[in-house]
């Protein structure tokens, strides 16, 4: 919400002797905070007021003339112009030597065709103005003051309405009323402590009739309408409106139009109420009904476009057609035109929820529209018609008839709340007396009886004693509350899973991994780029109903196309290599739930030089004791399509599958666009939680040696190491304290369709050392298990 | 013979002193002192000296070993020195070649941050919590205080999954506000971060998924001169004891009286402005918009079973995003989110 402040000053308030650096301080603190604020002039700065002393033609130009131009100085300054229009004795606006123009235009004394020009005479729209802001002016050449515009050398910035400064204030949706200047006004003189002028608005009248003998106003909506006040005027004479008005409503950034336009728009900034003019001879029969659309309506709004309405959205219409859409923008064919003899005046409160969804459902947000949506006063109707037919008098551009046709459906109950400065006080921890309780209300307009509140109708947003304490808060100064050393009685600390997460995440970066963060929504193409199965129940994923786009539709149910759109984002950014780690949350729905289950998986990706399955296998490893986990146990899986058929494995613990690894099937990490080896793991962290060991103990230290012997074996192809360990653990007894395998061989003295793999034993007793011949009993009862089981023999 | 012993100690001695290996020593040690040394052959002939002579001649003759096995000793320390010297000077390298590559990954620059703010309020007695990202429309509106139709509740802004709209993304984290109240009885004293969603396009400023960071204090006699505190605290501690901090009043649904917190930039100092020009950090306003907060709206308390006449309490909230950007100079949201390998590694 835009506000100059000179409006304020001149009619409500009078701050003028306030800088605007304090007044959007205050006002900020104040609960009321500005967005941006510039002053009007800014921009234009050394133009000044001329007046043409003499003019003759540019020796070597045709069209140019060289002017002697009183600009206040001792002397005249020569400024050459190609303007036509420009006689002796015109007062124009002189950009001097060094001036500034709108947009940043710099303005120099130069010279032109050898004549030298020190500055530049200007049009209006060199100085930012439009036709709309001064009606009647010659736009094609230089702009000539009216003859009592200014003297020579006055600036010009007071003479266009420059000498203000617009503030722009974010207005909090629980504060309709500040979407207008007396809003503002209000909040200012409460903020600042002074007292607000008011004006009630008066209409003389006039012998042109009655409103009653020509309009009919019916409203069958009553759920979206609360109000539908209106007033007519008769034997207008549209044109141009004056100077004053035109200036405020260019400051706060609407264009002028006509007297009667401008006087609905000016009561809008003035009131915040909407307001529309219709011109009477197209409201068929005289008849207004204030109505749902029918579907398949259409309306051609004010901005000429066709708008196809559907039934729910309220429009104002005659007896046949649809007129205006209601609270939103008016329609074409009841326009004001220069033409127009006979005006009705709109001031309607209308449901806002209903106008903001109408005008999000046709994409026509308006500055009616953003302040209908906020719900406002519909006490306020009265005024703000009852104001624009005092401005048609004001203006003379009317005669305004008698009566004011008023339906009211819904106007709320006057809300009285009891003022109970101790429970105030204990809220905001502070020890104001009751007396400035009142004070401060009554600044803000809030009427103070005895102990009671009388809210008034422009402040819904008061209704219980928290509302008022903060009133009372504000204008007691948020900043003045006494700070109070808070303590907690509470123990602060974190969950158990997020001290995993967090060690994890330890792990995983000690380990290389770096953290990455992706959306929670992804496409469902991803499915198919990580090839999974048409029936697979993952396919079943929550749906976003409104999503951005496709791109972000469904809620994931896996998280490895999200690390591999970064892996596959990476590469494409030639980045060499990735190491890459999540934790990252899936969402499974469950049946007959509202809500899916929100499981966190951990994920990790990489590619690049050195990166190998048994790298991958190894670094989960050392994850996994460093999480202090159960043992992990690897087997093969040759059908989850998104891997290699022949390097993936799934990994359980306790029986638990907890997760996958291995690398990307090829033809996925085409799909993300890399062509090189990609490996994977995705390890259910929720699943990890059950999988703690208990705290360790101690566990006293070896007092014996351990032996270690080596065994070459000899096996089958298809043998897995898995396998060996297998039979050796149990078959060696409980000397066996551990395995490690040392070289796999195929080559020269190992039969085709064979492979030799060399295993280390390490045997050790409690008690005492071991001999040769409790070494060698183990060995054999390893080897004949090995033999018998897997048909493997010592090389 | 004792010209002799003297002239092998003159030899030895001379030998030695020349020898410039450890073999070379071991040679000489042999040579003067093995059994077919040259010492023991002047030995031998002590059989031929008379009873007077031998003692003489054989204290002569220890002395001389003595003498060389002394030297040699001396030799040895210093030869080996000398070796050992010679050996460090030849393994010498230049250290200012670069050391194995050993790379360690990065946390996450947004997490990094996250994670300094969690740290600082479970110092200050704030218990970290989770809560589930799709959301009933009932924690995430209704039970806030947040009416039907109103602007945030629009398909516009909001994400939803079903078509009574009862079943969204949250929007924001407040939702965990009434999980915490239904479930505990105060003291209750939270902190809930994660992740938001709403309908905006990406761009430098805006994602249609951000975090934010939620805080919960209720109790008896909580006032808004303790929200101030807790606050100012908290704030001091992420960005420095010198911080100036400012309240404003504004409005949320879910507390009353609500404020903003705001602190002075610590660029230009509250001015606006370096050297005439707008300041750049704070766009010449002064201050630094940090975080939302209010007193826990009564009805708030009361949609979640807690007297609002016994019980009050603060709440607040902030965005990580814009904090992590403006702690870390990132210029453009979508990095965050991006995961460019060579932005990551920077953190």
Not at chain 1, 361 to 381: H, I
Not at chain 1, 466 to 474: H, K, P, Q, S, W
Not at chain 1, 496 to 516: F, P, T, V
Not at chain 2, 180 to 194: D, Q, R, S
Request: glycine residues 8%.
């Amino acid at each position: 919400m835009k506000l100059n402040r000179k409006w304020i000053n001149e009619e409500f308030v009078d701050l003028s002797a306030v800088s605007d650096k304090e007044f959007v301080e205050t006002m900020t603190v104040f609960g009321q905070k500005v967005e941006t604020w510039e002053r009007m002039d800014a921009e234009i700065k050394n133009v000044v007021v001329g007046k043409v002393l003499s003019m003759v033609r540019h020796p070597n130009s045709d069209h140019m003339f060289i002017c002697q131009v009183d600009v206040g100085q001792a002397e005249p300054v020569q400024i050459v112009t190609g303007a036509q229009n420009v006689h002796e004795g015109d007062l124009v606006p002189a950009a001097l030597h060094n001036s500034w123009l709108p947009g940043g235009v710099h303005i120099t004394k130069g010279k032109l065709r050898g004549e030298t020009s020190n500055g530049m005479l200007c049009s209006f729209a060199e100085l930012g103005l439009t036709q709309n802001d001064l009606p009647g002016v010659f736009a094609d050449g230089i702009w000539i003051l009216e003859p009592d515009a200014g003297k020579p050398g006055d600036d010009i910035n007071p003479i266009i309405g420059n000498d203000d400064t617009v503030v722009d204030f974010e207005i909090t949706n629980n504060r309709p009323d500040c979407y207008s200047i007396i809003g503002l006004a209000r909040e200012a003189a409460a903020a600042f402590g002074k007292e607000m002028k008011h004006h009630e608005p008066m209409v003389k009248g006039s012998d042109a009739g009655s409103i009653f003998e020509h309009l009919d106003v019916e409203v069958p909506a009553t759920e979206l309408v609360n109000r539908y006040s209106s007033r007519m005027v008769a034997n207008v004479k549209i044109g141009p409106s004056p100077k004053w008005l035109r200036q405020r409503l260019r400051a706060n950034g609407v264009r002028p139009i006509n007297n009667i336009v401008d006087i609905t728009n000016y009561v809008m900034l003035e009131y915040g109420q909407p307001m529309h003019a219709f011109d009477y001879r197209y409201v068929s029969s005289g008849k207004i009904v204030v109505r749902e659309a029918e579907d398949g309506e259409t309306l051609t709004t004010l901005d000429g476009n066709v708008r196809n309405l559907k039934a729910g959205m309220l429009v104002i219409a005659d007896e046949s057609k649809p007129i205006g859409l209601a609270g939103i923008m008016g329609g074409e064919n009841s326009e004001i035109m220069d033409d127009t003899t006979m005006v009705v005046f709109e001031s309607a409160n209308f449901n806002g929820t209903s106008i903001r969804q109408t005008a999000l459902a046709l994409g026509m947000r308006t500055e009616a529209s953003g302040k209908f949506e906020k719900n406002l006063d519909p006490m306020m109707t009265i005024p703000a018609v009852q104001r624009a037919c005092e401005l048609v008098e004001l203006l003379e551009c009317g005669d305004v008839l008698d009566g004011t046709i008023d339906i009211i459906n819904y106007i709320p109950e006057p809300k009285k709340l009891p003022l109970e400065p101790d429970r105030i006080n204990k809220l905001l921890g502070t020890r104001i007396c009751k007396e400035d309780m009142v004070m401060y209300l009554n600044r803000l307009e809030i009427p103070v009886e005895g102990d009671t509140v009388l809210v008034p109708s422009f402040r819904p947003d008061l209704n219980l004693m928290a509302d008022l304490a903060e009133e009372v808060g504000r204008s007691y100064g948020y900043n003045e509350i006494p700070i109070t050393e808070f303590r907690n009685s509470t123990q602060g600390g974190y969950s158990q899973e997020m001290k995993l997460e967090a060690k994890a995440g330890q792990l995983c970066r000690g380990l290389g991994y770096s953290e990455i963060i992706t959306y929670s929504f992804v496409s469902p193409a991803v499915f198919d780029q990580i090839r999974l199965p048409a029936d697979s129940p993952l396919r079943n994923a929550l749906r976003i109903q409104n999503p951005l786009g496709e791109d972000t539709s469904i809620m994931r149910t896996i998280a490895l196309p999200s690390m591999l759109e970064i892996l596959g984002r990476n590469n494409a950014y030639h980045n060499k290599a990735a190491k890459l780690y999540e934790v990252a949350k899936i969402y499974l729905p469950v049946e007959g739930q509202p809500l899916p289950e929100e499981p966190k998986m951990l994920l990790f990706g990489s590619y690049g030089e050195g990166e190998t399955f048994f790298k991958l296998k190894g670094e989960i490893e050392a994850l996994f004791a460093g999480l202090r986990l159960k043992k992990a146990s690897y087997t093969a899986v040759k059908d989850n399509p998104s891997y290699h058929p022949g390097r993936c494995a799934s990994i359980c613990m306790d029986g638990v599958e907890v997760g996958v690894m291995g690398q990307v099937h090829p033809l996925v990490a085409k799909n993300y666009g890399i062509d090189s080896e990609v490996y994977c793991a995705e390890i259910s962290f929720t699943k990890l939680l059950g999988m703690l060991l208990p705290d360790a103990t101690y566990t006293p230290l070896p007092k014996y040696p351990s032996v270690s012997r080596d065994l070459a074996l000899i096996c089958d192809e298809n043998v897995t190491v898995a396998q060996v360990e297998d039979v050796i653990t149990a078959s060696a007894g409980k000397l066996l304290r551990k395995i490690q395998l040392f070289d796999i061989y195929r080559g020269v003295g190992v039969p085709e369709g064979k492979k030799s793999m060399a295993f280390s034993l390490e045997l050790r007793a409690d008690d005492r050392t071991l001999t040769d011949g409790d070494s060698e009993g183990v060995v054999s009862k390893v080897l004949a298990a090995l033999k018998d089981k897997l048909n493997a023999s010592l090389r | 013979m004792k010209q002799q012993l003297e002239s092998i100690r003159q030899a030895a001695m001379a030998a030695l002193e020349n020898a410039a290996t450890p073999a070379d020593l071991e040679e000489l040690r042999v040579k003067l002192l093995g059994k077919k040394g040259e010492l023991t052959a002047v030995l031998k002939q002590m059989g031929k000296l008379s009873a007077e002579e031998r003692p003489v001649m054989g204290q002569l003759a220890n002395n001389v070993r003595a003498a060389i096995e002394e030297k040699l000793e001396q030799r040895k320390t210093a030869v080996h020195a000398a070796v050992l010297e010679a050996k460090l000077a030849a393994e010498s390298i230049d250290v200012t070649i670069p050391g194995d590559e050993i790379e360690i990954g990065h946390q996450h620059p947004m997490n990094q941050v996250l994670q300094q703010i969690k740290d600082i309020f479970v110092g200050l007695g704030y218990q970290v919590v989770e809560g589930p990202e799709v959301e009933l429309a009932d924690y995430n509106f209704t039970r806030l205080n947040i009416e039907e139709g109103h602007p945030s509740r629009d398909r516009s802004d909001t994400f939803y999954f079903t078509d009574d709209d009862s079943v969204l993304l949250r929007t924001q984290t407040s939702p965990m506000q009434i999980r915490v109240m239904e479930n505990a009885k105060p003291p209750i004293c939270i902190l809930a971060p994660g992740r938001v969603f709403r309908k905006d396009e990406a761009d430098a400023t805006h994602s249609p998924m951000f975090h934010q960071i939620e805080g919960l204090v209720v109790d008896e006699n909580i006032t808004m001169g303790d929200l101030k505190g807790a606050l100012i605290s908290c704030m001091r501690k992420i960005y420095g004891e010198d911080a100036v901090m400012r309240f404003r009043p504004h409005h949320f649904p879910f507390t009353e009286p609500s404020c903003e917190m705001d602190m002075q930039c610590h660029k230009c100092h509250g001015t606006g402005e370096i050297d005439g020009a707008v300041c750049s950090t704070c766009h010449g306003e002064g201050w630094i918009e940090l975080l939302g907060a209010g007193m826990v709206h009564p009805a708030v308390l009361e949609n979640c079973g807690i007297d609002s006449t016994k019980y009050s309490g603060f709440a607040f909230g902030m965005g990580l995003e814009r904090m992590a950007m403006g702690r870390l100079k990132i210029t453009d949201l979508r990095l965050i989110f991006d995961n460019d390998v060579r932005f990551l590694n920077q953190f």
